[in-house]
């Protein structure tokens, strides 16, 4: 089997090659940010809109990627190709580079990149089928005045011990409450609750600005469903006739059972079903050519 090619700082190298300095404020600190991309059949899904969340990540942290976004996107697509892969999951990466054992980032000379692509396979496996059991977790998402959720930074420590939670609860997805007790979103997902006919999603003050959350919003008004952002609790997510998860990785899938309780009818809900349908088909149909 052929190794997979990495971009690394201006070249491809195979897998087993790409390393970076145990000096790399990316690996000793979580300093630097990513993007999760989904390439399907030839086209990459939403890539502008994902490289525009990349350089705003970066921004955020005061941090230059040394590449405009067209070279950064070419490189994404480069990377598609020297694979020949047209189903795939993009990893994007730009870490604050080499420093020392300090937390100064003035002592990084320059960021590093890397791109990752490989192939991949639905994420929940047949539970699109079934549904997912989701359980709320004791460890709350970060505060937006310490370290905002809307950067989508290296440092997914928080995201990781609420999958560990998760994983000892016996739940496919974790749900992150706030500081207030507001339900956020998933350890990777954004989530969406469907009642009495209406949807319901938790503002993105405090979880990331989902590109697969904004695709769902926008094929939920063209079915005559306007999305509502409002704050939830737990009650909302008991008492709800559907629940949905969004995320590139993820894709769109049903919750049928959260916290012991069934959601609705325990089985996937009309609306979700349409919109995961709905979400397939643009994901299959449109897109940035892999090669034009």
């Known amino acids: 089997m052929t190794e997979l090619l990495i971009y690394l700082d201006g070249k491809f190298v195979p897998k087993s090659e790409a390393k970076v300095s145990v000096y790399d404020h990316g690996f ?44 950064m996107t070419e490189i994404i697509l480069e990377t598609l190709r020297k694979n ?16 020392d054992l300090g937390l100064d980032p003035r002592k990084c000379e320059k960021p590093s990149v890397i ?5 991949w396979d639905a994420m929940y496996g047949d539970l699109y089928e079934i549904g997912l ?34 994983n000892e609860k016996g739940g496919e997805e974790a749900i992150f409450l706030d500081q207030n007790g507001f339900v956020c979103e998933g350890s990777g997902d954004n989530i969406f609750i469907v009642k009495n006919n209406k949807v319901f999603t938790p503002f993105t003050i405090s979880n990331l600005k989902g590109i697969t959350r904004a ?9 005559g469903y306007k999305t509502i952002e409002t704050n939830l609790g737990l009650f909302d997510l008991y008492t709800a006739d559907e629940i949905f998860v969004t995320g590139t990785a993820a894709e769109a899938a049903p919750l049928t059972k959260f916290d012991g309780r069934s959601i609705g ?12 349908e709905a979400f397939e088909k643009i994901t299959q149909s449109t897109g940035t050519l892999i090669n034009k």
């Open 115 to 119: 791109v990752i692509a490989q192939g």
């Open 84 to 99: 020949n892969l047209k189903d795939a999951y993009i990893r994007p990466i730009v870490s604050r580079g080499i420093g």
């Open 215 to 223: 695709t769902a919003i926008e094929l939920l008004d063209d079915m």
């Open 133 to 166: 059991t989701g359980v709320s977790v004791c460890i709350r998402r970060n505060a937006p005045d310490a370290l905002s959720p809307n950067i989508k930074s290296l440092n997914y420590l928080n995201n990781i011990l609420a999958k560990i939670e998760a």
């Open 265 to 276: 009818t325990g089985k996937i809900g009309p609306l979700t079903k349409r919109m995961t």
């Open 28 to 71: 000793l600190y979580g300093d630097g940010v990513f993007e999760g991309i989904r390439a399907y059949n030839g086209r990459v899904f939403k890539l502008k809109e994902h490289v525009d969340r990349l350089y705003d990540s970066a921004k955020a942290i005061a941090m230059d990627i040394p590449l405009t976004k067209d070279e």
